[in-house]
């Protein structure tokens, strides 16, 4: 419970941020959900076979599971806003038609027969006397509408539309109980709130309804507008993979950018999604900038082989090479740290045995109780390919990925697979061994752009290149540390690395 | 006089099953015309056919000599006030929207409009003060209906369709909403046609009564001249039917219909006479003959003929056995 106050003090900032993204999703989701199925049932209630068809339709639309409905679109929109409203407007559909046709359909004859014999017209007897009683059971329609729509809004995050669900993503990803909590919490809450409104509607006089109903436009309105004014200055968007290390890096970049060029304007989009997912996005316009890792991109993103064992400087060189080529892509100049598997001991056992490299722990062969991931026990380019390449004689246990620092830290184990920037090392006291033969793909950051971006903005580029061959591992394993466990927002961390090594002047 | 509506060789079919054959009629400008029939015998059908509702198979309406279907169905129905039997309140509107529904329509400026609402609840005995903000639900079935008749005259039609309308009332209400209908149609000299199976209703109600079966006019005419010549045995068995089930409980001015009055008034002392309202029953009757010998049968107290005992018996011979 205190961490979770404290987690939430520390991120209420980031959490209206993501309540209004939220907010604006669904709403916008719910608004268009109700322009398309009110009026479709409204015409339907005259024609009961077609009423039938569409109700199938969209029941049929609704069972669609959520992730498999996201990933149909983005083939088709892209990713982001638009993809998340649509499938939202799809799940919406359904208790919004049904609702409104049964609601108008079940009116008694009688009163339908009085409204003709009056001379009413059609839409007089809509707007007077049908809408009026089914209203209660629309309202309803509505009601389930939304909350249907603000819970599946969290998955909004993993095609990078942000809202609450961020928060639930980063909670799982960091295994923080108290950000999945305070994005779950929140979700619910605003589905509570917004459904009480909802019923007010329903009850309030005219005059109010439509008073509250017209702020709330006003203030949704002046929103986007407010928006589309800060827009006016060029906006970048530079998005970031999932986690930490990503957030921390593309704040630098907003920094130095920000920093060097008065009418440029960064818009940050952290914990956009995977990899493929960012490279569409950059492909498609959606996203300007990412940091994406040399090792990946021969891994994921480019055709061609790979040769065996590259240094870090030809990694570079064959990962730039190759976007350029194929993607018509810049890869600017790597950081210094490389972010790939490793291994590790304590610094103990480390300055005991006088180990440097991965080379030297031959001689300790006998010495050594591994406890390892069962990926990385498994994988080729793992223990399997390791023991091999360097002759090592060993026996690993697996080990879920948390025990296993928790393990070595009480001595049952004094050898683990991590990767070298892992926060853990850090707070665990651990030292990596150096992979002195390259058996290990380089995994080196660097900021990723299409090339006509890039020459577009000669200082954005400049700006950037001033991170080449800066962070180090340890740099980089103490800054993921103090946004991991010391719960520091990730623009702080940025910000004073940036300072302490002279890349950024001034004094805030 | 002229004619009001006249149906001139209407045919109706359903999904081709005829339901009326061959249907002519006319109802007279001002005349409360009746239409009486057991269930299914095609009553509904004919006064929907009258505002369109029904659209005809074959033949012509003409109302106020023009083809309803050469006029526009707008005018027709703002012209022509419709009372249901389900009353059919729109149940989210107060009394005065509801009785406001066809005058607003019609662009009457608002102030007219609550004024006649005012001046219209007043009429049918309900406090404008209390009533007119009410829903349809927070009223009773005969409060409801009453509103349901403002609403079909409150812009003034030129004719009122009912259709059957007090028979989901208790007989209280019934018998209260049908004065109120005489009073109205006295006041406001429209055309009413009220449809009906209750043929006690017809005979209180009716200037003329049209007797309806499988979709056939058996027999128009004035109800005392059904009652005296019926013209056939369906028509007088109808009528037989009618009849209370105590044959005591029938209203004394029955048998004037029935059986005629004497219209000269008896040269006996004023004492051997005893005056009852048309609407005392038989009974009540029966037992002032007993030490008065004739009865002086008022409406509204005038007089409207008189009874001696020999025209009670016979009646009552007639009718006690069914
Ligand atoms: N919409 C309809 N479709 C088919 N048959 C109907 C319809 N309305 C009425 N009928 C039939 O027409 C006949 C007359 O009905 P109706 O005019 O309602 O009689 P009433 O009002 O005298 O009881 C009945 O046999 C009824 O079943
Ligand atoms: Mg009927």
Known sequence: MQTLIQTFMERRGDLLTALWQHLGISIAALVIAMIIAIPLAIWAVRRPKMA???????????????????????????????????????????????????????????????????????????????????????????????????????????????????????????????????????????????????????????????????????????GGAYSAYANRTETITIAGKLGSEPEILINMYKDLIEASDAHVKVALKPNFGKTTFLFSALKHNQIDIYPEFTGSVLETLVKGNNPKSMTAVETYHLAKQRLAKQDEMSLLKPMAYNNTYALAVTKKFKQEHQLETISDLTQVDSLLKPGMTLEFIDRD???????????????????????????????????????????????????????????????????????????????????????????????????????????????????????????????? | MTTAIEFKHVKKDFHGTNVIPDLNLSVKKGELFVLVGTSGSGKTTSLKMINRLEPLTAGEILVNDRDTTTVPVRDLRWDMGYVLQQIALFPTMTVAQNIAVIPEMKGTPKKEIAKTIDELLTEVGLDPEVYRNRMPDELSGGEQQRIGILRAIASKPSIVLMDEPFSALDPLSRQQLQDLVLTLHQ?????????????????????????????????????????????????????????????????????????????????????????????????????????????????????????????VMAYLSMHENG
């Open chain 1, 52 to 222: 039938e068809g569409l109700l199938q339709l969209t029941s049929v639309l609704q069972t669609i599971p959520s992730l498999a409905l996201l990933g149909l679109l983005i083939p088709l929109v892209g990713i982001g806003t638009v993809p998340a409203v649509i499938a939202l407007i799809i799940y919406a559909l359904l208790p919004i038609f049904q609702n409104t046709y049964l609601g108008i359909s079940e009116i008694d004859d009688s009163i339908e027969e009085a409204a003709d014999a009056f001379g009413m017209s059609r839409m007089r007897k809509l707007f007077k006397v049908e809408f009026p009683i089914a209203l209660p059971q629309i309202i309803s329609g509505i009601r389930t509408a939304l909350v249907l729509i603000i819970g599946t809004a969290t998955l909004a995050a993993l095609i990078g539309a942000g809202g609450l669900g961020t928060f639930i993503m980063l909670g799982i990803d960091r295994n923080n109980t108290s950000l999945l909590l305070i994005g779950a919490i929140s979700s619910a809450l605003l589905a509570i709130v917004l459904s009480a409104l909802v019923r007010w509607f329903q009850t309030a006089k005219p005059k109010q309804a439509l008073t509250v109903f017209a702020v709330i436009v006003a203030l949704l309105g002046s």
């Open chain 1, 381 to 508: 380019d793992g223990l399997k390919g390791l023991k091999k390449a360097y002759g090592l004689d060993v026996t690993a246990k697996s080990m879920e990925p948390a025990l296993r620092y928790e393990a070595i830290s009480k001595g049952r184990i004094n050898l683990v697979d991590a990767y070298s920037t892992d926060s853990e090392l850090r707070q665990y006291h651990l030292a990596i061994l150096k992979d002195n033969k390259h058996f290990f793909p380089t995994y080196q950051g660097a900021p990723l752009m299409t090339t006509a971006f890039a020459n577009k903005h000669p200082k954005v580029v400049q700006s950037l290149n001033k991170l080449a061959g800066k962070i180090s591992e340890t740099d980089m394993q103490e800054m993921n540390y103090e946004v991991n466990v010391k719960n520091k927002s990730a623009a702080t961390v940025a910000h004073n690395y940036l300072i302490k090594h002279g890349l950024l002047e001034g004094s805030n």
């Open chain 2, 187 to 311: 006041r406001y000299g429209n055309t009413i046609v009220f449809v009906t199976h209750d043929m006690s209703e017809a005979l209180k109600l009716g200037d003329r009564i049209g007797i309806m079966r499988h979709g056939d006019l058996l027999q128009v005419d004035t109800p005392s001249a059904i009652a005296q010549h019926p013209v056939n045995d369906f028509v007088r068995d109808f009528f037989g039917a009618s009849r209370a089930k105590n044959v005591y409980d029938i209203y004394v001015g029955r048998v004037g219909l029935v059986q005629g009055y004497l219209k000269e008034k008896p040269a006996v002392a004023d004492n051997r006479i005893q005056t009852l309202d048309t609407e005392d029953t038989l009974r009540t009757g029966f037992e002032a003959l007993a030490n008065h010998d004739y009865l002086a049968i008022t409406d509204d107290k005038v007089v409207q003929g008189y009874l001696d005992r020999q025209t």
